[in-house]
């Protein structure tokens, strides 16, 4: 990709309105565009950024046996209904009249799911039911300001298991909490299992996937040593008490909450009459879980854990590009610099090259700012078919061949 040619350029000004580093670096960099408090567009380098998250959450949750479906977002009131969630979610709830007829805008789908599961499946054998789905949620926030960590309007990643017992369930959700703590572990976040309240969801406890962050509007206390950890609103323990099994005292952070799972049981299906017939052909609730994974918090969360005063320091794995290309001294038409380009892409590595004729020093401002991983430059005095490697974490810079640059970067 030509950065002349590319949607959304770096910007120098700082955004007056943002307090959360995430939402200052991502604008400046030319990831997002906002449109209010809580809504912001994905630009091409964004969305890049969202779909390399979204593709290693798809492997893995196609790895414990999940299919993945579209649901709607648009719902009719009825639907609601049957759980009582219209009334008890209502602070959350974008709800709307049009004509005679109410709606809402998707806040999660558990209602949607479950009217899948007992139009689709009616017998024992046809579970456990695991789906999941990449779509968006309208949350009412009445205070939206930590960028793109507290949307009204973000992109979730959302899946839903039916099971016929509650050990089956049980069983499933600790695949999936192995699952998660993978995906996060590959996108670069080290995220703790932490025991939460429920929320607008569920009366019983659930766990959320904690990052440690100053950012973080959340506060667990944990163990370092990993087998304690509580979000502070339903903690039974302070900090400072010594752990258990010896590890020292507990702490007490701030984290961003970049994922959550829950255990219904069987009071959804109960209300909206979601069975099954056993072996001897009694029917019987089916019990649910329900398991999400923000994707576009997830990509402010690695903004506020990877960045310097330059700019942002993707990991690897998400990046928008693996190599962030520019020449220097030079016009950009002399033939080394457009085979360099082509030599890298050809050998399939996702090049962005900086083809504008601006000053080495803005150029490589840029680099920083928008904070690919590897900088390689070419020029007349680096040489004809050699590049200059320079990696985002370090001032160290190398002279390689173009053939050992695309290897490093393409394996
Ligand atoms: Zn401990």
Known sequence: ????????????????????????????GGFVDKLMAGSYSLMPLGLRVVKKIEQIIREEMNATGAQEILMPLLHPKSIWNETGRWETAREVMYQFKKGDREYALSFTHEEILLDLVRKHVQTYHE???????????????????????????FLMKDLYSVHTSQEDLDKYYEEVADAYITVFERIGLKALKVEAAGGVFTKEHTHEFQVLSEAGEDEIIYCPGGDFAQNTEIATVKEGKQCDLGHGPLLKVKAIEVGNIFRFGTVYSEKMNVMFADRGGTRKPAFLGSYG????????AIVEIYHDERGIIWPAAVSPFD????????????????????????????VLWDDRQVSAGEKFADCDLIGIPVRLVVSKKVGEGKVEWKERTSDKTTIVDLATAVKKLSS
């Not at 994974?293 to 402010?300: K, S």
């Not at 085979?339 to 590595?349: F, I, Q, R």
């Open 1 to 28: 990709m030509r950065y002349s040619q590319l949607f959304g350029k770096t910007s120098r000004q700082v955004p007056k309105d943002e307090t959360a580093v995430n939402a200052k670096l991502l604008l400046r």
């Open 127 to 153: 579970f456990p039911v695991k789906l999941y789905h990449f779509s968006t949620k309208f949350r009412n926030e009445p205070r939206a300001k930590s960028g793109v960590l507290r949307g009204r309007e």
């Open 293 to 300: 994974i923000g994707l576009t918090r997830a990509m402010g």
């Open 323 to 350: 190599a962030h290309l520019v020449h220097v001294e030079d016009s950009g038409t002399e033939p080394w610099v457009k085979e360099a380009y082509d030599k890298l892409t050809k050998g399939g590595v996702e």
